[in-house]
Every structure is written in C-alpha cells, then in structure tokens.
C-alpha cells in the first residue's frame, strides 16, 4: 500500500470503523491493503527446515500452467469457505481474524478490572464496554443524536453555514487535514479533500448499467427508511434531496484514476486566493471555527471545491440542512440501536458487498478501541507478541531486499547513468521503521466517561483526534510518527517521507515462518517487502525524491520510457474481465500492480543470490516433488488465497487500488520470466504473453 498524503484523521474518523467503510473497502488515503515484515534467514545448522508449503493448499486437479492461481490455492479456497460475515475472506483475512482475537483478549482482561479514572486502562475497558452495551443504547434510542439535529433545524441563514462546517465534524462536504507539503516535505499544511457522497466512489452516482441502477435505487430506499427511524418528516423526498445532492458533489468529483495524480491534486494557494476561488464560503470564519491559523492551504480537488461553494449558494437552504441530517445520521447509525446498525448492514452490508451476517459485536468492539487507543493497545500488543529480537532481524531482511532492488536499478538497460545515480540515492534514503514506534503517543487528554452515551463518548474521541492532527499544522513534520498500529495486519511506503513502514502484527504465517526454507519465505514476505520499496518507484512514488518532495529527478528520456513501460501494465490489466462483463480498470491499480511486479522480481533475485551464497548442504533442493523455485510461486500465490462474493468484486473493482486476488496471481505472474522457467510455461497455456508484450520496468 503506498499512502500518498495522510488519512485526514478527524474527517474519516466516525466512519472508520462503521459498516460502510468495513465493507466497500474504501479509505482513499491510507488506501489500502498490503503486509509484511519478517526474517529471512535460513535456519542454523541442525534445525529442520520445512517447505512452508501445505500440500493441502493445492488443487491438483487444476492446471498449474493454465490457472496458476487455482492450482495453487484452490485447496485452501475449498477448505476456508465463505461464512455468512464476510464478503471476502483470504490469507489476509485469516491473520487479521487471529490478531485480533489476540488483541480481545488483552482487552477483555483491561475490560474486566476497575481502574482509575483518566487512566488508560479506564479508557480501553470503559469503551469496549460501552460498545457491548446494546441494551444501553437500545433503550436511549436516537437521543444521542437530538441535540446536533436540533442545531442543523436551527439554522436560519446561510450566513451560518462557514461557521458551521469549520466547527462540526459531522458535515463532510469537503476534508481538511494537516500532512506533509508535498513541495516542501519537512513542514505540514492543512489540505482540502473531496467528500460528501456517502457512496463513496463517483461511479455509484452517475454508472447507468443495471448493477449500478439497482444499487441507487436501494440506497435511495435506505434513506427514506434511515430518516423514518430517526422521526425525519417526508422520509421520501428528503431521500430523493440527498440522492440529487450527492450526486451533484460526485459529478464534480475526481474519480479514483484522477486521484492518482500528486501533480494534479496540489494547488497550493494562500488563504485570499482560497477566498477567490471559493467566495460562498467565508473561509476567515470557517478556520476560525476550525481553531487553526494559517496563511495557505492545499486545494485538493478545485472543481468539486467549487461545487461546493455553488452548492451553499444556489441550494435551497431546507435542502442543505437535508444533506447536514442525513451525514448526521448515516454518520452516527453504527453507534445506536441494533434497529438502526441493522438497516445500516442490510444496504453496505448486504446490497454493496454480499454479505449475509454483520459483524460480531466483540469484534466491532475491538475495531472501536483500536481507533480511539490504538498505540496504548499497540504497547500492550508488541510486549506479548513482538520479542525485542525480531526488530533487528527484520532490519537485516530489509536490508538484504534494497541489496537486490540496487543490483536491479544498475542492470536496468533502458534508464541512463544519470537517472540510474538518482534512483540509487533515493532507494539508499529510505526511512525504515520496524514493528513500533519508538515513542508512544500520549492519550492524556482523552476522556472517556461512562456517564455519557456511546456516541458523545466517540464524538469526543473524533474531537480528539481533530485536535491532534491539528497540532501539527504550520509545524516540522515528525519523523518519527506512525500512520498503522503496531497490532495492524498492513504496512505502507509514504512518498512524502520515503519510509516503508513494517507493524508487528504480520509476523505470522503464511508471510513469514521462522522454521520454513528461503523460497518459501523469499516468495511470501520477500516479495511484500519488495512490493512497498517498488512504491517509492512507482507511477506516483517516482514522482517524489529521495527527501520526499514532489520534484523530477528523471531526465526526459527516462521519463518517457518508463511511462511507456508502466502503460504496458496498465492497458494488459484493463484486459482482464474481473466478472462478466466488467473489467478491472488497469490506471486505477497501476500503482499496486507495478509494485507487485517489482516485488517479484527483487524478491526471487534476492532469493537466487542467498542461495549462491549458502553451502550445497545448506539447501532444500527438490521436496514433495517441487524445485526451490517453484516453491517460491506457491508462496507467493498462498498469500493471495481467497474467496469473494460477487458483489465485493464489483465493488472492489470501483473502489480499490489492489487488484483483485486472483488476478494478483494469474495477472502479475505471466510478466515475470522465472514463473516460466519454474513451472515451464509454454504459448500453449492461456496465461501465456509472449516475451516482447510483457512488462519490463524494474
């Protein structure tokens, strides 16, 4: 996962964890899903080694040469069946699930003592017990939300409306949130973001196929039923307001191909020209709500901005406060009664994923507290589960990959010297950070009271976490700062910092088994880890240098080749029919797709030097019946198992920037040479590309 600016905390915060989020997969900044961490070292001198491969996890019925993917996880896929919870279920999936029964039972254990008041484990039990507390909330009802809907009635002139929105958190017509000037990447700025359509990507607004059809017509209906459940009067025409409403906001949107551009979506101006451009809101009012001062903003997104401002002007003002009241609501319809978190499911759940069943509540309660506590949580987690030793292995992986990803860069035929020297400079700067952080973040200021309902408890976690993100505007920006838990199944490179950043929380199989031979850890662990330092070159990571500043480092040659080479990649996946009738859109995930490519490739080249270095008595040549190299293309096609619903693959075909599992396997492998060699793959074979088509970059 590359993350190109900061999740806008304060914005995204209330719906982290809700329904819609868990199900559409869909957080634009941190984008994303990628793991890793590990240590590939061989094991010592009279230790066994495993192949790390399953035999269980085959289909041997299938054709390794003509479904790659099917033979090497079909067995899995029939033994992990999709339960009713889940619109996809993979290798990810099944380690997130056992993290975070680790991480319950920490809580449960802080859940079930008393503590002192403002202490951390009073916080952590107090909200896991509130978000366990259904009877609680069922009786309260929609009282907790009355008084914020009162105020959105209030209104009486749109000369509120500035005011308003730099002061509530539950108005998502547009984000802002502080993260490195992408120009000037030591100090942060406050940037502006595109928001306020709960759908989420533009082409659930404006798609005018039978799917998409459906899917609007049952969400307007799940409006109308949410404004029924809150005493809203004319449930149906406000349904039809906010459907228009966010359909206008979506029109001006970017979609998510758009979004890729860091170019595009910098527009850095002073606050008189952010005036300018946007008169309909009066900014010196909505900053000051804001509690921030500050001379410049980044406008992400211009037009959809514009819009907005339109939008404020133009709308009747009945309709506006509509729009205010369905954010409020669809906002808040995870933390009420189990009436309301179900009519919530049964659209983002059901209609938009496929699932049958919503989430257990222990787990919602965990996902809670992970995003009100997750570095206090975090300590506790890397104390059991994270020895101090893994940190200083890990360390020395990474190393050993940008040893390979070097070699790759020099023997590149088609970049110059020049380009070469900077990539190397860029690829020897990069930050690494292992496990933890190496301070903590202090949580003093949060309150959490059991006094007050579940929801002002994580409104004021929301205010919380505005004001943290807040405190860093106009300042340096801190290097040492985390963007993922520690207990998080994930990892990411940030262009702005040029850092790869490893949790603890994935040093488990199937990405890392201590007592596995090199191909199967090179081929699982390897090739993620070399997926993220493929980001800091990919079509957006090389737009950045290697202090973290959007600058050209490229001669124009270069430059051109490369882009020539990445379109190769682009327009093959377009090709790819994903379902019937639908394609995956191949700019959207060029991004992922090019680093998954490179991460194959620096991954198997490392492998190939450690075993050149290693005693033949040290090797695992041939068992049951595989080569060390095809062991190494199992690996890696393990850690993609999975199964999908057929409305996720419609939806994670919108709205995510990795390619689908399956096509992270049978789309990525047929580029790399060595697939061939291993499991001797002739043009006979469907997945076959001929040598001269396929991918060439790094």
């Known amino acids: 996962m590359t993350i190109l600016f900061a999740c806008f905390i304060f914005f995204s915060y209330l719906c982290m964890f809700s329904l819609k989020n868990n199900n559409t997969t869909h957080m634009k900044k941190l984008t994303y899903l990628f793991v890793m961490a590990a240590v590939l070292t061989a094991c010592s001198a009279g230790e066994k080694q495993t192949t790390g491969i399953p035999l269980e996890n085959l289909d041997t019925t299938a054709i ?3 479904d790659f993917y099917q033979y090497a996880c079909g067995g899995w896929m029939a033994a992990n069946p999709l339960t009713p919870e889940y619109s996809r279920f993979g290798s990810f999936d099944k380690l997130a699930l056992n993290n975070l029964e680790q991480v319950n039972g920490l809580i449960q254990d802080i859940a079930a003592e008393k503590h002192e008041q403002g202490s951390v484990g009073q916080k952590i039990g107090d909200i896991y017990n ?39 958190m539950e108005y998502g017509l547009f984000a802002m949130y502080v993260d490195a000037d992408a120009m000037n990447s030591s100090m942060n700025i406050m940037n502006e973001y595109q928001a306020g359509f709960a759908l989420g990507e533009k082409e659930y607004y404006i798609d005018d196929d039978e799917t998409t059809l459906n899917i609007r017509t049952k969400y307007e209906q799940y409006i109308t039923n949410m404004f029924r459940l809150f005493a809203q009067p004319n449930p149906e025409q406000a349904a039809k307001t906010v459907l228009r409403m966010e359909t206008r906001l979506a029109k001006a949107a970017k979609n998510n191909v758009e979004l890729r551009d860091p170019i595009a979506n910098y527009n850095k101006m002073s606050v008189a020209e952010l005036q300018a451009l946007v008169p309909q809101i009066n900014w010196s009012e909505f900053f000051t709500a804001l509690n921030v001062t500050l001379d410049s903003v980044n406008v992400g997104q211009i037009a959809h901005l514009q819009e907005v401002g339109k939008m404020l002007a133009d709308e009747p003002l009945e309709d506006i406060k509509t729009l205010f009241t369905w954010q409020v609501i669809d906002g808040a319809s995870s933390y009420l009664t189990d009436e309301i978190y179900m009519e919530s499911f049964n659209f983002y759940g059901k209609v938009l ?38 940190k200083q292995r890990m360390l020395d992986l990474v190393h050993n990959l940008q040893t ?23 690829l020897n700067a990069i930050t690494i950070k292992i496990g933890y952080p190496d301070e903590w973040r202090d949580y003093s200021g949060l309150n959490i009271n059991t006094a007050d309902t579940y929801y002002d408890n994580l409104q004021r976690a929301a205010k919380f976490e505005q004001e943290y993100s807040l405190s860093y505007l106009g300042k340096p920006v801190d290097k040492k700062k985390w963007y993922m838990t520690p207990q998080t199944v994930n990892a990411y490179y940030n262009p702005s910092s040029n850092e790869i950043c490893f949790p603890a929380g994935i040093l488990q199989y199937p990405f890392f088994d201590m007592s596995a031979d090199d191909a199967f850890n090179y081929g699982a662990i390897g090739v993620v880890i070399g997926h993220e330092m493929t980001h800091g070159f990919d079509d957006q990571g090389c737009l950045f240098d290697k202090d973290g500043n959007m600058n050209n480092w490229w001669t124009e040659d270069d430059k051109a080749k490369f882009d020539a080479r990445t ?110 060699e291993a499991w001797n793959v002739t043009e006979e074979s469907p997945l076959y590309v001929a040598p001269e088509n396929r991918v060439h970059i790094w």
């Open 64 to 66: 390794a040469q003509n």
């Open 130 to 168: 509130l978000c366990l507390d259904t009877a609680r909330r069922n009786a309260e009802g929609i009282a907790p939300v009355q008084k914020t809907l009162q105020e959105i009635q209030a209104i009486q002139s749109r000369d509120e409306l500035s005011k308003l929105l730099g002061a509530a």
């Open 353 to 390: 994923s496929g699932r049958e069943e919503p989430t257990p509540l222990w787990k919602r309660g965990v996902g809670i507290v992970n995003g009100t506590l997750g570095e206090a949580v975090g300590q506790m987690y890397v104390q059991k589960y994270f020895p101090e030793e893994n």
């Open 404 to 426: 390979s990803l070097g070699q790759r860069i020099q023997a590149l035929d088609w970049m110059s010297d020049e380009t070469k020297a900077k990539a190397t400079e860029k």
């Open 567 to 676: 379109k190769v990649m682009a327009e093959y996946f377009n090709g790819i029919e994903v379902a019937p009738g639908v394609h995956a859109n191949g700019y959207f995930t060029l991004g992922e797709n090019i680093a998954d490519h490179g991460g194959l490739q620096i991954s198997f080249q490392a492998f190939k030097n450690n075993e050149a270095s290693k005693p033949e008595a040290k090797r695992l040549g041939v068992v049951d019946g595989f080569t060390p190299e095809q062991r190494f293309f199992l690996a890696y096609a393990n850690v993609w198992a999975g199964n999908i619903r057929p409305e996720e693959i419609l939806n994670r075909t919108k709205s995510d920037p990795h390619s689908l599992g399956r096509w992270r396997v049978n789309g990525a492998l047929p580029h790399i040479a060595a697939w061939y």
